[in-house]
């Protein structure tokens, strides 16, 4: 059983920075692709960011795109968004994903559908 829990999130003012992190339980195998997605009150979840096992690359979505840095730490089993220049209307639920057995470059890793385990979600709040 594959387990995702985030941690990090709070209240920050615009202009701050936050990082939200993801820890992974339970079988992954080398090939795998994790992401980050957002979900604002109201509205649908969001791609951020997809990072591939075997140094296979990062990928990020228009929707966060020069204020965030995606990473992964294979041995802690985990993943971390490091946002920048948080605007108010960055406040979201922030959830990671993940998908085992395949790199992002071949799962259409924006879409949210395709991502067969989840986290709990970790709020981030900006205020102006």
């Known amino acids: 059983q594959v387990q995702l829990a985030e941690s990090g999130g709070g209240s920050v003012q615009a202009g701050g920075s936050l990082r939200v992190s993801c820890v992974v339980s339970?079988?992954?195998?080398?090939?795998?692709?994790m992401a980050w997605f957002r979900r604002a009150p109201g509205g649908e979840r969001e791609a951020i960011a997809a990072?591939?096992?075997?140094?296979?690359?990062?990928f990020y979505a228009d929707s966060m795109k020069g204020r965030t840095t995606i990473s992964r730490d294979d041995q802690q089993k985990s993943i971390t968004l490091e946002m920048n220049n948080l605007k108010p209307e960055d406040t979201a639920m922030y959830y990671c994903a993940a998908h085992l057995g395949i790199s992002c470059r071949i799962l259409a890793w924006y879409d949210a559908k395709v991502f067969l385990y989840w986290g709990q979600g970790t709020q981030v709040t900006v205020s102006s």
């Open positions: 339970g079988y992954t195998p080398s090939s795998n692709c």
């Open positions: 990072i591939s096992g075997d140094f296979e690359g990062t």
